[in-house]
């Protein structure tokens, strides 16, 4: 039996699996990501590694993180939110550390690639993988292969544009999709809700402290499982611009599939329904195109850690 690791490196923490070749995870080991990032985070890793390692024996190991990683899969070009993690050789550094081969892969591809092989999208050729989480991040496998692009880039779908002129994004444009369908989103869409709506927003203000900015993502998704207006509102707008960004992309990509994974995704049918009928309002050619079905994904915060260990495997 092929065993391989997977490490997810997060903004708090470094999860490590032992990985199977069926996907299943048969051990786990977790540390804090240091602050400092850089090398303390590389040495994070590998001592994670090393202790699977010790009671496993094991061939590969693939790291997941969010950020631009090389197309040869073996250098972190740019991370967004881990310091000094910029050009960093990892694959020169880890092997040094760790004495096994490593692959890089950015965090949503490892997700998509996990769903592919072993979750929602399993058995499906042609699919694609959106995480709606904080951001928006994504994957794309056409033909049963991990789309990279040229530069090992691709798929980042938060960042098309769908609204000119629109809000600011933290990658330094205007009106990204991720600033209409994402988590953050969410909570923008329920501040919208509340300030249009103040008396009717009192039991949703009240399950925080009574602020808005007291308000999270998990509050109103309680919320609105329970059928508050306020919260059901802040999901119809977040699957109305997620249905429509999906239907741009099927006519790009042509998917059977759309794997969305992420936080947001715990709401299940509250986020999906809307998304599901936006998807089919706005699909270009309606009626004619196929529309890719939307499944929930299936492996939650595992996706992306046993996705990389199977790609490290090669």
Known sequence: MSLSIGIDVGGTKVLGGVVD?????????????????????????????????????????????????????KTMLATPNIADWNDVDLDFELNALIGLPVVIENDANA??????????????????????????GGGIVIDGQLQRGAFGIAAEFGHMRVVP?????????????????S??????????????????????????????????????????????PIALA???TTGHWLGAGIASLAV?????????????IDAGEILLAPTRESLERTMPFAGKHPYPVLIAAELGNDAGLVGVADLARG
């Open 21 to 73: 070749e069926n996907g299943t995870v048969l051990a786990r080991a977790r540390k804090d990501t240091p602050r400092q990032g850089g090398k303390a985070l590389t040495q994070t890793i590998a001592d994670t590694v090393n202790e699977l390692v010790a009671k496993h024996s094991v061939s590969s190991v693939g790291v997941s993180a969010a950020g631009f990683v090389s197309s040869d899969r």
């Open 111 to 136: 997700a998509a690639w996990g769903e592919a092989k072993f979750g929602a999208g399993r058995n499906q050729n042609h699919m694609m993988m959106l995480t709606v989480g904080t951001g928006i």
């Open 165 to 181: 002129e629109g809000h600011i994004c933290g990658c330094g444009a205007r009106g990204c999709f991720e600033q209409y369908a």
């Open 183 to 228: 988590g953050n989103a969410l909570l923008r869409h329920a501040r919208e809700a509340i300030n249009a709506s103040p008396e009717v927003a009192r039991n949703l203000l009240s399950r925080g402290d009574g602020t808005v900015a007291g308000l999270t993502g998990h509050i109103i998704t309680q919320a609105a499982q329970e059928g508050d």
């Open 234 to 236: 802040a999901f119809n």
């Open 252 to 264: 790009l990509l042509d998917p059977i599939c759309v794997v969305i994974g992420g936080g947001v």
